[in-house]
């Protein structure tokens, strides 16, 4: 593959992600520092889910696709749907800080949440397997700009949803069902294009 194709798929692997991360910005207003981290965990997992399918190789393929898009939508779905429930229930008292003896849903959240939205990448990487591409360039290269735009997402989020409060974070959850529910219909042909 060319440099530009590479770059090209990088961007487009990291997309959902950059939405995601927009949500989850608002709902947990990182620091710089928690931006970096919450990045490092977006672009680590992006980066990796296209080696496992690498390794998986055409023999699971098939499997692969049968499973991705309803992972990624069960997934994304409960992650949305706990922000949205989180800021129907807090109002505009969200808060940075986890309360003491609250359990941290929130490192399972941005786990669940890289997750869901790389699952894609899995299969992106089966499909290098059948062109021969150099594999671990791609997945640096898919790490990298999901590290990126993700960090740059996180404190985007963090600036809107310290103005608009449970607004945004209600938001993000809403994109992230859109996500997962996008996958599900381009999967099952209910829509013809990819859109994420």
């Known amino acids: 593959m060319s440099p530009l194709s590479i770059l090209f798929l990088s961007l487009s692997m990291s997309a959902d992600a950059f939405a995601a991360s927009i949500g989850r910005g608002a709902a947990t207003r990182p620091s710089l520092t928690g931006a970096f981290k919450g990045a490092l965990v977006f672009g680590t997992v992006e980066a990796i889910t296209p080696l496992i399918g690498w390794a998986l190789g055409l023999a699971t393929s098939s499997f692969i696709g049968a499973v991705d898009h309803w992972l990624a939508f069960a997934l994304l779905s409960a992650v949305g749907g706990k922000m949205i429930w989180e800021a129907l229930r807090s109002g505009d008292s969200c808060q940075e800080d986890q309360p003491a003896g609250r359990p941290n849903w929130g490192k399972w959240a941005l786990l669940l949440t890289a997750v869901g939205t790389s699952l894609d990448a899995a299969a992106v990487g089966v499909s290098l397997a059948l062109i021969g591409a150099d ?57 013809g294009t990819s859109l994420v």
């Not at 990126?148 to 209600?170: F, P, Q």
């Open 135 to 191: 594999i671990v360039t791609i997945a640096l290269s898919i790490g990298l700009a999901t590290f990126t735009v993700t960090a740059i997402g996180l404190m985007l989020g963090r600036a809107a949803g310290a103005r608009l409060g449970s607004r945004v974070e209600l938001l993000g959850g809403m994109v992230l069902i859109a996500i997962g529910t996008l996958i599900l219909a381009e999967h099952t042909g209910a829509i």
